[in-house]
């Protein structure tokens, strides 16, 4: 019994009561990105935009975005939460509400915001809830948190075009949360291009396998 009410409480969001106070100054992390040598904190070029997804494993997830051509850089952190400037055990201990997520800095020229879903989508399962393979809680749940309405409407026309592809092969339905883009706390520095320092390292991510169909752009 201990163990289940462990994992319910690890699959529920956490009430503003519940939340661990955080802190007002932000945590430390690295300056710029391993692999690139970027600035991960800006300034970026003019004409470059922002995403910001939630696919399970914070690792695993990055890779999939530093690697697509015409992204700027990537960072990972934590967003979707209460609690200001989380550490990386706070937001593990299912007290802040926040989620994993990868922040994406890309040229729209040289890659499309809907590419970039398509990714999103095929890198993970996003069916599983408050999970994600073997790993459980509120951390690692799907979500796709979007900075103007026209990355709403893409990201919501992405989601139900992949939900019709799913569910022909089976699949249940899908608990992809869009949210307006909430604060970003940037995680610890050895978080950062975690999979380019340490190769051979824990992924975590598993697709369905189902391609995501293609959308019309938003205007």
């Known amino acids: 019994?201990?163990?289940?009410?462990?994992?319910?409480?690890?699959?529920?969001?956490?009430?503003?009561?519940?939340?661990?106070?955080?802190?007002?100054?932000?945590?430390?992390?690295?300056?710029?990105?391993?692999?690139?040598?970027?600035?991960?904190?800006?300034?970026?070029?003019?004409?470059?935009?922002?995403?910001?997804?939630?696919?399970?494993c914070f690792w695993g997830a990055e890779r999939v975005f530093w690697q697509s051509e015409g992204v700027w850089v990537t960072a990972v952190g934590y967003a979707g939460g209460t609690t200001p400037n989380p550490t990386y055990r706070e937001v593990c201990s299912g007290r802040t509400g926040h989620n994993e997520v990868v922040l994406v800095v890309f040229d729209p020229d040289k890659v499309s915001y809907n590419e970039l879903l398509s990714r999103f989508f095929e890198a993970h399962d996003p069916t599983q809830g408050m999970r994600q393979g073997n790993d459980v809680g509120t951390q690692y749940r799907s979500g796709i948190y979007v900075f103007d309405a026209a990355q709403r409407r893409q990201a919501e026309a992405a989601r139900q075009a992949y939900q019709e592809a799913l569910r022909e092969k089976g699949?249940?339905?899908?608990?992809?949360?869009?949210?307006?883009?909430?604060?970003f706390y940037f995680a610890e520095d050895y978080h950062q291009q975690y999979l380019a320092k340490n190769p051979g390292g824990y992924c975590g991510l598993g697709g369905t396998g189902v391609a995501c169909p293609a959308v019309p752009e938003a205007a």
């Not at 692999?35 to 970026?44: D, E, H, I, N, Q």
């Not at 699949?171 to 604060?183: G, K, L, R």
């Open 171 to 183: 699949y249940a339905a899908i608990t992809t949360e869009i949210v307006d883009a909430p604060s």
């Open 1 to 56: 019994m201990f163990g289940l009410d462990r994992l319910l409480k690890k699959t529920a969001m956490p009430s503003a009561e519940e939340a661990l106070p955080g802190r007002a100054e932000p945590i430390a992390t690295a300056e710029t990105h391993f692999v690139s040598g970027r600035a991960l904190k800006g300034p970026y070029p003019q004409g470059m935009q922002m995403a910001l997804f939630g696919l399970g």
